[in-house]
């Protein structure tokens, strides 16, 4: 299992350029460094929209990675709009405001009780945050500082809504060979996977399947863990026996061909 930070999030390299085709091309470089040739393409809701991408910009890429299965978490591969994603600005706001006064405390579960826990009440995803503070190690930096580049994802904002409008056209390469299984699971109190996404969804990834998962929002994985880790598991079993199946159709062709 590969487990991949993208630009400008956790120790990857920072850069100024997030685009969907770009972030796709550092994964894809990514894997193709490692030896990976086959594999299950996994992401949530920015990371669920650059797997995507991968399916497509593989084509580009010498090798052409084998994807198995496709699976995003609680998004579409679809453009938004800000009033659509408008917590993205209430937690940029929330993040600031952290931020601005975390040099007031000395050990991170002080910043927590006082200011995380504050702008996120949600336990589960307030934990998640205080994970992306870190001591600053520069001497002349201050205390704190975030382990993803906040400025180039708020600068990037409009890019992590948008997504290209080229793969919304199913008579591209893309939607003709993407016949892997693709699997989308939302949250319940979610509303990034609507009913008038499934057309441009099954146009561009046709052997989808859906599952939602219960008492959870838009951090299906933070919130109900155990739920969305069993539901991933099962589906990859399912996707790999898919393909396993598939194995052996190709192979008895093979023996009875002429």
Not at 100 to 106: F, I, V
Request: glycine share 4%; aromatic share 10%.
């Amino acid at each position: 299992m590969i487990l991949l930070d993208l630009r400008n999030h956790g120790l990857s390299p920072r850069h100024e350029d997030m685009s969907y085709e770009a972030m796709a091309d550092d994964v894809l470089a990514t894997v193709s460094k490692l030896g990976v040739t086959t594999c299950h393409l996994v992401g949530h809701s920015m990371g669920g929209k650059v797997a995507a991408m991968c399916t497509h910009r593989r084509h580009h890429h010498e090798g052409q990675l084998r994807i198995r299965s496709l699976s995003m978490l609680d998004i579409c591969p679809t453009a938004y709009s800000r009033e659509e994603f408008s917590f993205l600005d209430k937690s940029f706001r929330s993040l600031e405001a952290i931020a601005q006064h975390w040099h007031l405390y000395s050990t991170k579960a002080q910043i927590y009780d006082a200011l995380v826990v504050k702008e996120f009440p949600d336990p589960a995803f307030s934990r998640f945050i205080l994970s992306n503070i870190v001591r600053n190690e520069e001497a002349d930096g201050p205390l704190w500082k975030w382990v993803f580049n906040f400025d180039a994802i708020r600068q990037n904002h409009d890019n992590i809504l948008d997504f290209p409008a080229e793969l919304h056209n199913p008579t591209l390469p893309l939607g003709l060979s993407n016949t892997f299984p693709t699997f989308i699971m939302k949250g319940a109190r979610s509303s990034f996977v609507k009913s008038s996404h499934l057309a441009k969804i099954k146009a561009l990834f046709p052997s989808y399947s859906l599952a939602t998962v219960a008492a959870a929002g838009h951090w299906l994985h933070a919130e109900q863990p155990e739920d969305t880790t069993n539901r991933m598991a099962q589906f990859i079993e399912y996707a790999n026996s898919v393909e396993s199946s598939q194995s052996q159709i190709q192979q008895h062709d093979a023996v009875v061909s002429p």
